[in-house]
């Protein structure tokens, strides 16, 4: 009676790094995807009415383990019926869901696409995953779709409402698709601490497929208000996923993160090119260069911690498997 | 040639709490039963004889992980035949197997019919798991079957015996069943510390089908003795699970708690009220509101620790599914 | 689509312990091998090349838990072809190839014959496993084979290229078999510390099988140079595989490890005698007493620690599951 799917994917490359004066050889792992396996299922309970859930832990495949405390990627148990879906537990937040597949590389690890998703001197309301959210994600209706989410805070017992409130947050992202052109438009708040500190993060995207290119842009700007001071980045990405051969595509993509307001601002630009090699579906050798630009008190970095505006870059080739 | 068979149990809900002046709205987990993944299997030895095997982690929906370092709700390997099965690891206790079943709402995590399981002053021998367990249960014969356990202390080495035996223990339960009525008695005992201390539970419980309801009774005294001095806790529960519709079912239960002896007394008695809604076999939705009356030293709690002698209460609602 | 193969291997046992006036008795998982569950396989890409992949954990059936963060046993992604095989991750290393199937019992947890699988005063390079390695091994031709593994340290971020390389290392072994004729060659070494400490271990090791009993010898030279000053260890192993009757097999293997050096001298000797009994192809039963005899300062142990120089001995009963 049970119908339990196993599925994963696992990343896995080699890479030489270099920040500033210091370098660095070694395997790393998840760079194309996360490096995961799961559990999922459904059940049809009539009326078109399902069950669904996911259970999914990463794995390190260079160390063993299991990033964490083992199932921190995806856990929910919800409903899906022709009027969307409704899901409960630890999910990804509707600022991911929105603005990762508007990176050209698909959201690769250290493409200098993502430095949006940084956080600098100024925290950003774009938390990949968040614990204790309620989800909705509306169907598509004439291209349009919707994906929304409540997350609970820490919920201690407090008699200040601040306390009680931290962690407490909420997304919004609306997403349209016709043919060759895709968008979407998200904001993204939660409350950063005990204090009634708040990051936010609002976003813009969108992509064309010309054929031989798929052009991707986005835009995103994070405010911070806290007990700290206030402080805003933006950030932008551009980019291109070229398919060069039947199995053979090149990625390229240019970010650039601007920080200001009263804290000291960390400021980079990057960009990177990444080559996929699909051996089948499942499975895809990759090589990548990608390099960042820190400037000002940055210090973004990869494996390593660079010096405040020391640059960095990092050269690897690796596989990737689904199953 | 392997014949592993994956199943679960996922469990969510939206939970407001009060105990005294504090409160708190949030997402709760594992409510009529623990959310768990689990891997099991067996084989034919041929003769009646099957190696049997559990390996169950509990999974945390609300914010991932596992509760703990994994893999520990169920984890043991055994031999049956027409004699029984002995099974050793980490597995239910012989008095959870005699009482849980005879609480009104199957054991649900915050019904008040589980005041016997609680810890106050009194140590009880009632834990659910024990880890290092030979266990032993037998067939049903003419309605009747046992279930025996021992296990292990830490066992370190240590010309002490008190030290050597410290966290080791035994549990023997009776059950009979017999078309509407069934009942068990349960004896269960361990050494609590290395000067030893022991606590023991000793229970009785039963329910009887009428078919507009179905009555449920268990009566538990635990008894510590101890370098803190000996204590004493009486608990019992009655309830009643009365199906109102072809797929609802209401569970009422009420519990009550008194400890006695040379400690502190932290007593409490409260009253729980549970609607389950089946939307298939597997898939439940579910809603209920428990309360807890604590008296005397007494602030036992569900999410919020209250003050002693404080009332606390919740109301939820949720859904439970299996696979 | 997907083609994941679950499996694993359940292993305990309850054994009586005693190591000079210490004593003990309690339930020991993971004796003839360790408990496991596993995820692995495999994709053809075409032209006789395969994805493969192996995730694997350890289980503790007595305690529950996973020995560690989880999937700590084998994580691994790689292709097959006909020229071999090339896999990156977390993996047994070379050493570990060579020398454990020419152990009599196969490796058993507390066989004497494991003695050159310690570490005394002096370390050794004999680890079962390494993280970060990038692994080659080779088709069978014409009997021989090829295991060579290399693997990255912690190459944290230093101007102190012995920092960076702390735990690097490679191993390599050559397999040979033909009809009832085995044998191995091995050297292995990794850097054990920042300041240029290295550990290596070169090993020998064959088999006969004589039908009637299959005979096991093995040898390994450990040396360390490190800032404690330099030492070295030899140690060696003999045993036998007698099978008794249809089902059962006895096992006897006898060990020493003699270390010299300007360290302490941590020496011992042991005998073991393993008796197994297969109910199927994958259940068994077994039983086992070992004995180890340290001398000088050593005390090496099983779950007892002894004082140096005394006798730790231990006797058991067990059942081991593969699924």
Same mark, same amino acid.
Not at 8 to 22: C, F, K, Q
Not at 243 to 255: E, L, N, Q, R
């Given at each position: ?38 559990? /999922? ?18 794995? /390190? ?51 200098? #696409?993502?430095? $949006? ?27 349009? +779709? ?18 009680? /409130?931290?962690?407490?947050? *909420?997304?919004?992202?609306? !997403? ?25 993060? $609002?976003?813009?995207? #969108?992509?064309?497929?010309? #054929? ?10 994070? /405010?911070? $208000?806290? +007990?700290?001071? +206030?402080?805003?980045?933006?950030? *932008? ?21 601007? @920080? ?5 601002? @960390?400021?980079?630009?990057?960009? +990177? ?42 050269? !690897? ?7």
């Amino acid at each position: 009676q049970s119908s339990v799917t196993i599925y994963g994917l696992l990343d896995v490359n080699v890479a030489h790094e270099r920040a500033g004066s210091l370098k660095r050889s070694g395997m790393d792992v998840s760079e194309l995807n996360g490096s995961r396996l799961g559990f /999922r299922g459904s059940e049809d309970l009539g009326n078109g009415l399902k069950a669904i859930y996911t259970l999914e832990t990463a794995v /390190r495949l260079d160390i063993g383990g299991m990033d964490g405390a083992g199932f921190q990627r995806q856990t929910f148990l919800g409903l899906e019926g022709s009027w969307g879906r409704i899901t409960a537990g630890r999910q990804y937040s509707p600022a991911f869901v929105a603005l990762d597949p508007f990176e050209a590389t698909g959201g690769a690890d250290r493409t200098a #696409g993502l430095l $949006h998703r940084k956080t600098g001197s100024v925290a950003r309301g774009y938390q990949v995953r968040f614990d204790n959210m309620i989800k909705y994600r509306s169907p598509e209706m004439a291209g349009f +779709s919707v994906d929304a989410g409540y997350w609970t805070g820490a919920e201690n017992a407090s008699d200040d409402s601040d306390v009680r /409130r931290q962690g407490r947050g *909420y997304g919004l992202t609306g !997403m349209y698709k016709n043919g060759p052109f895709a968008a979407s438009v998200t904001t993204q708040s939660y409350i950063t601490n005990a204090t009634g500190g708040r990051a936010s993060t $609002h976003g813009i995207a #969108g992509a064309y497929d010309f #054929g031989v290119a798929k052009l991707y842009a986005l835009y995103t700007q994070d /405010r911070e $208000h806290g +007990s700290q001071g +206030s402080g805003k980045a933006r950030s *932008y990405a551009v980019g291109a996923e070229i398919p060069v051969s039947k199995v053979g595509t090149v990625a390229v993509s240019y970010g650039s993160r601007n @920080e200001s307001g009263e804290a000291d601002t @960390e400021d980079a630009s990057g960009v +990177s090119l990444y080559y996929m090699h699909n051996l089948s579906k499942r499975t895809t050798l990759y090589t990548a260069y990608s390099q960042l630009n820190n400037r000002g008190d940055a210090n973004y970095g990869f494996n390593l911690t660079p010096d405040a505006g020391d640059r960095i870059s990092v050269v !690897m080739a690796g596989i990737r498997h689904r199953f």
